[in-house]
């Protein structure tokens, strides 16, 4: 049976991954994991994995998104980066981690394909196909970060939560995001207040529809067009490392000239 095949019907079984990582693995080498791959379900907001917690597996999603946050002394968090279908939440595993600096948040709900540590460290030893794949995906990662944090600093919350939208859209393939506006105030890092005037202003502009503890994407785009470029050169960087998992051109109109700024612009 040709590879695409096998790969459809691993997609399309309820019993296994579809998680484009795993997916693009050689057939052969996906059915040698099989075994030690667990399809687990994911609730929002439950906690996979915590900060300082042992790091006894890595979750490859399914379905949903998982947020990576930070925790701080006060209880509070702010996101850091998401992992949808595209990856996993080996960054720390990759490189021999046993203890997790971060809290493995459920942001969407859904599926995810859970693997032991143990199990994923010799697949890392013993796969090449899957230790470079693992590899790419921390890159395109680093890469998420880097610019998020950067984006965090530069953009005022409306651009920021556009560029949010359009990455959540990515990772969970479905329009309507199921997450409560306190939660979105958390990743955001400011006030619920702050949140919920940004929302409505996007649903005035005709962008996205509000309803109980989700929202609705109505017009991708203009959500897209009306991002700041931080979320087309995110996704053109993940798209470089992981080609099999992430494309790289959608159907987008072209991106217009972005505004000169000579200072960064303070968070409203």
């Avoid at 095949?5 to 991954?17: F, H």
């Avoid at 493995?104 to 995810?112: D, K």
Wanted: charged fraction near 25%; include cysteine; charge should be positive.
């Amino acid at each position: 049976m040709a590879k695409l095949g096998i790969l459809r019907l691993m997609s399309d079984s309820p019993k296994g991954p579809r998680n484009r990582l795993l997916l693009a693995l050689p057939s052969g080498d996906l059915r040698r994991l099989m075994p030690e791959l667990e399809p687990i379900p994911c609730e929002l907001e439950q906690i996979l994995l915590d900060a300082d917690g042992s790091l006894d597996a890595v979750f490859f999603p399914d379905k949903g998104v998982i947020s990576v946050v930070a925790v701080y002394d006060d209880g509070s968090i702010i996101e850091m980066a998401t992992i949808g279908r595209e990856g996993c939440t080996g960054f720390q595993a990759a490189f021999g981690a046993k203890r997790s600096s971060v809290r493995l948040l459920v942001q969407a709900p859904g599926s995810a394909t859970k693997m032991s540590r143990s199990a994923f460290t010799r697949a890392m030893d013993a796969m090449p196909s899957f230790r470079s794949l693992i590899f790419a995906y921390v890159q395109a990662f680093q890469e998420q970060v880097l610019v998020s944090g950067a984006c965090n600093g530069a953009h005022s919350v409306k651009e920021r939560l556009r560029r949010w939208l359009l990455m959540m859209r990515d990772r969970d393939d479905d329009d309507r995001l199921e997450i409560t506006q306190n939660l979105l105030a958390e990743m955001l890092g400011v006030h619920r207040p702050t949140v919920t005037n940004v929302v409505r202003e996007l649903e005035r502009e005709g962008l996205i529809a509000r309803g109980r503890a989700q929202v609705t994407i109505l017009d991708r785009h203009g959500l897209e067009e009306a991002s700041c470029e931080c979320y087309r050169l995110v996704r053109m960087r993940i798209a470089s490392h992981l080609p099999k998992t992430y494309p790289q051109e959608i159907d987008l109109p072209p991106k217009r000239s972005p505004r000169t700024t000579t200072h960064a612009r303070h968070r409203h």
